[in-house]
């Protein structure tokens, strides 16, 4: 705005007098109308900011979609945007949460209040059910699953488990699972009253006898967390917001083995992100408190545990029989025992209580998962100008010949 023009609309103000817009004009080279909202915005110019570009534009709209989802938060939204494309394009997590609060995009969520509890380092492993959940698969299948959700209470090391049911064989696998996959046992596990370890008559709990004979087995004693106690499972509730990233995936995935691969990724990412109570990530406390967990109980022990299913050595082949049909698993377990457990349509392949594969049952002679066939020839053939993926694709279809049956959804 011209200063005199400015000046002279601040005399008119104070004297409180309406100025002739139309004589300004002539005096000043004005339009009228622009004066008059000059005046009526108290002389004051507004500046019209132009909205600042951001990196995020372009997928505005697939970020909205994404957090329309039931359960998914901003976490989880930005975790499978960076999966799809990069850091390199998206940016921060930061940036990420800015821009959608910048463009009012917000996710629907419900958090709870809980209350701080320390524990020292090998004490304590919450554990929870993170149960009835599902994903549909890009062909349509819905898959319908339970997470045994676990947290070390000092260093919030966290383990989420697969699992298709929760009967109290399930909960003692999933909590053998974990105790192997960290390396030792705490002092005690804190879960609530949860049907697979307890009972409830007339008001009182009783522990299952087969949970008190894995707590005088094991030396790991397995505590009823109390209502409205500051000795709750707060910890492992908490880690279990982290569950929500993964329905991000619906009606993303192909199959049901790659959300079992999903679930190991959401474990890795959860343990290399820092904790807002300790500001640090669970897998740098993990590393001390690791030497304060007791040693792992003897092994036989444990799988006596664990029921249903026989078990198997994996040949060269990389083929479990069942059947009379053969199931693949990755090269690295050659040699290995691993249990087969059928459950409805599909086979679980689990070794040492950690759950590897699932293959839908077959009537075909050779059932290979395409990874697991290409891991095998790239270990074979070290020709670096084969195509792998082509051979491999080739022989899986000499094999379905050779077994006699059409080429199946089995790679």
Known sequence: MDTNL??????????????????????????????????????????????????????????????????????????????KYSVEELGTY??????????????????????????????????????????????????????????????????????????????????IDIFQQLGGVPRH???????????????????????????????????LCKTRSP?????????????????????????????IELIEQLNYKINNTINQTTNLPPISLFESEKEALNPLPNKVMMESYIEGGSTQNVPSTLLITYQGNGYSVPSRYINKRIRIVPIGTKIYLYHQYTLITVHDIQHKKFNYHMDHYQEALRNSIHNKDIDIESVARENLELLDQI??????NTI
């Open 403 to 408: 077994g006699g049956n059409q080429h199946g």
């Open 94 to 175: 930061n940036n990420f949460r800015s821009y959608t609060y910048r463009n009012g995009i917000k996710a629907k969520k419900k958090e709870k209040p809980h209350v701080r509890f320390e524990t020292k380092p090998g004490e304590q492993l919450q554990v929870d059910w993170k149960e009835n959940l599902q994903l549909q698969t890009k062909q349509g299948e819905v898959i319908q699953f339970h997470l045994m959700s676990s947290t070390l209470g000092h260093s919030r090391m966290h383990l989420f488990v697969y699992t298709k049911s929760k009967t109290t064989e399930d909960f003692l696998r999933c909590l």
């Open 6 to 83: 400015h000046g002279e609309l601040l005399i008119y103000m104070n004297m409180n007098i309406k100025p002739n817009f139309s004589a300004l004009q002539r005096k000043y080279g004005v339009n009228r109308h622009t004066i008059s909202k000059y005046w009526k915005q108290g002389g004051r110019q507004t500046v019209q900011r132009k909205k600042k570009k951001s990196r995020l534009d372009p997928y505005q709209e697939e970020i909205i979609k994404l957090l329309q989802k039931p359960g998914v938060n901003n976490r989880g939204a930005y975790e499978y945007m960076i999966d």
């Open 231 to 259: 000795q709750t499972k707060g910890k492992t509730e908490s880690a279990n917001r982290f569950a929500s990233w993964l329905q991000a995936y619906d009606g993303e995935i192909e199959s049901e083995k790659e959300l």
């Open 189 to 223: 596990v804190l879960t609530d009253n949860m049907t697979a370890v307890v009972s409830i008559t007339n008001g009182h709990k009783r522990k299952h006898p087969k949970i008190k004979s894995f707590e005088n087995d094991t030396g790991v004693q397995i505590k």
